[in-house]
């Protein structure tokens, strides 16, 4: 079937906070990096930052001179201080039985996480859905991080070209998403309010994947 004929839109989900319940323990994770290294970052503001790439988010909460001065310090620590946290992570309610009824319901389906390939892996291993997965990219790829929309382009492509609509819980999401020309659905499930989606561009917002599980008939992952 060629992308012309696909009837169903590829559906191009985030992970943290949108599949993995993991957006806190991240931003725990960056403040204890940023201490170490001599730097208080506030709790807030890093939370606002969660669903960019790494690789932008030192200088975007600290300034690029922290960049400059200890940003690959900062992501190093970060990983290992989120890492020595996995085994208390868990999946979202619903999320491996949202993303089982999208791909029976037909719809395409690939992740694209700003997080690196690794971690991306031991946290697909949390929420079972990989074999659901006809693509994947993730922040090793060679492309720019969210809010760029390549990774989300590039996933789209590799899911087989076409129509796509974004899942995130994030403001980067949404914006990566409008910059690919992608609408995007946003779950609340990673502390982001409905206003500052919606203000970031998201069209559909849901308490989490069970609400939008519980509510595919009325949305716009409706079966045709």
């Known amino acids: ?35 170490d290294v001599g730097l208080h970052v506030g709790a807030v503001r890093i939370h606002e930052a969660i669903g960019m790439g790494g690789d932008r988010l030192v200088a975007h909460v600290a300034g690029d001179a922290a960049e400059t001065a200890v940003g690959h310090d900062v992501r190093g620590l970060h990983d290992k201080y989120f890492r020595a946290g996995l085994r208390t992570l868990c999946p979202l309610d619903g999320a491996s039985e949202l993303v089982e009824a999208l791909a029976a319901r ?8 700003s997080s690196e390939a690794d971690l991306v892996d031991d946290l697909l291993h949390l929420v079972d859905v990989r074999r659901h997965l006809s693509a994947l990219v993730t922040g090793s790829d060679d492309v720019e991080t969210k809010p760029a929309p390549d990774a989300l382009e590039l996933a789209v492509s590799r899911a087989g070209g076409g129509s796509a609509i974004a899942v995130g819980d994030a403001t980067w999401d949404a914006a990566s998403a409008d910059a690919a020309g992608v609408p995007c659905i946003g779950l609340l499930s990673g502390g982001t309010g409905a206003d500052r989606l919606r203000s970031a561009g998201v069209s559909w917002v849901y308490d989490g994947p069970r609400d939008l599980l519980e509510r595919l008939d009325d949305g716009p992952l409706r079966s045709a």
């Not at 559906?11 to 993991?22: A, M, N, P, Q």
């Not at 037909?106 to 996480?113: E, I, K, T």
Request: net charge negative; no cysteine.
């Open 1 to 35: 079937m060629t992308s012309d004929q696909q009837p169903h839109p590829i559906v191009v989900l985030d992970l943290d906070g949108t599949l993995v319940d993991s957006v806190y323990q991240h931003v725990v994770a960056w403040q204890a990096a940023f201490h």
């Open 106 to 113: 037909g719809h395409p389906l690939a992740l694209a996480s």
